[in-house]
């Protein structure tokens, strides 16, 4: 007797996920394609957002492809650089003031990037053998 309300019920939710899926994907192409020409500020912060996250993202897998090269060191000393480039990039890239918090995402991503590349360049000297242990503390 339980098992057709069962079924029923995982019919009507499996409709229900399919009408709601088949209505958002048309709105995720809109976001996606409004990045192209921003309607309003909002569209314009979604669009620098996804970028972001994306240098983010290179950010933490570069990080993490060099920390696999050093030793406890240069580990130590690579934590204690990418600290202070954090306080770093928020220091120029953000501010608090009464009304709330505010991010430059454009500074943001453009310092992340920076970051991304100098990583890479440490991560290359350290395959090759020439890891410049100085280096790693900026």
Known sequence: ?????????????SL??????????PMLSWGAQNCNKPV???DG???????????DKELNNSYTKLNKVLN???????KRGQLAWIRDRDE?????????????????TRTTTQRVNFLNERVRECTAGSCRDSRLEE
């Open 1 to 13: 007797m339980t098992t057709p309300i069962i079924k029923r019920s995982l019919r009507n939710s």
């Open 16 to 25: 229900a996920l399919l009408t709601s899926a088949a209505f958002m994907l």
């Open 40 to 42: 309003n500020d909002f």
């Open 45 to 55: 912060l979604y669009c620098l957002t996804k970028v972001y996250l994306e240098a």
């Open 72 to 78: 406890s060191t240069q580990k130590s000393k690579l």
């Open 92 to 108: 120029r890239c953000s501010y608090h003031n009464g009304e709330g918090f505010f991010v430059n995402m454009n500074c943001a």
